[in-house]
């Protein structure tokens, strides 16, 4: 029994049954050890929780750093990050609901520690917004706003995304590339 598995059978937990629905018992049965076995492995539900989170994280920011990093121009890097961020929400579907929604039952101190990751990803965002926004390819004021808009936007996916639906990851994400992009481009004229 690695940790990694005992974060596996968590994030399945907690995606289905919410953070706070979900018992350190639960854990347990799913790994198969005992409830007392599974506190030589974490200290408590909030640990896994803060686990989790950072897992998701640190794989967001891998991939859309590399998107970030590469040569290419700020709508094509938006474009692709807006692809890669939702292909990977809707690959990691258990981690991505944790992310998305539990990140709020952190106690106060765990918060603390989540936060600054978080901040970086969304800084990755705002590097692009930026970017666009010196080259004058994007016409708009507040790349924060941008940020929060296309990943809220994004987020929302994964409560009604179905595997067997007519349009795969890639296809939802161009579709909402065209309608987000086209309304911050140089060329368009605000209302």
């Known amino acids: 029994m690695t940790r990694d598995d005992i974060l596996n059978a968590a994030a399945t937990i907690f995606s289905e049954k919410g ?14 050890l005992q409830k007392s076995s599974l506190y030589h492995h974490v ?22 750093g590399k998107v970030a990093d590469m040569p290419l121009s700020p709508e094509q890097k938006l474009r692709l990050s807006m692809v890669t961020y939702l292909e990977t929400l809707l690959e990691h579907k258990d ?4 992310l998305l929604l ?5 106690d106060t101190d765990l918060r603390a520690r989540h936060i600054p990751r978080r901040d970086r990803f969304e800084e990755l ?11 004058h390819v994007f016409n708009c004021h507040d790349p924060g706003f941008v940020t929060r808009s ?11 995304y ?11 994400a161009k579709q909402y590339a065209d309608l987000a992009i086209l309304g911050i481009m140089s060329n368009s004229q605000p209302q």
Do not use: C, Y
């Open 43 to 64: 200290s408590s539900k909030q640990e896994i929780l803060l686990a989790l989170l950072d897992k998701a994280l640190d794989l967001l920011i891998e991939r859309i």
């Open 125 to 135: 965002w705002k590097e692009m917004i930026k970017e666009g926004i010196d080259e």
């Open 102 to 106: 539990e990140h709020r039952s952190l």
């Open 19 to 32: 953070f706070h629905g979900a018992s350190m018992q639960d854990i347990a049965e799913a790994v198969k």
């Open 150 to 160: 296309l990943l809220g936007m994004l987020n929302w996916t994964i409560t009604w």
């Open 162 to 172: 179905r595997p067997d639906g007519p349009l795969n990851p890639a296809a939802i």
């Open 95 to 98: 981690l991505a609901a944790i």
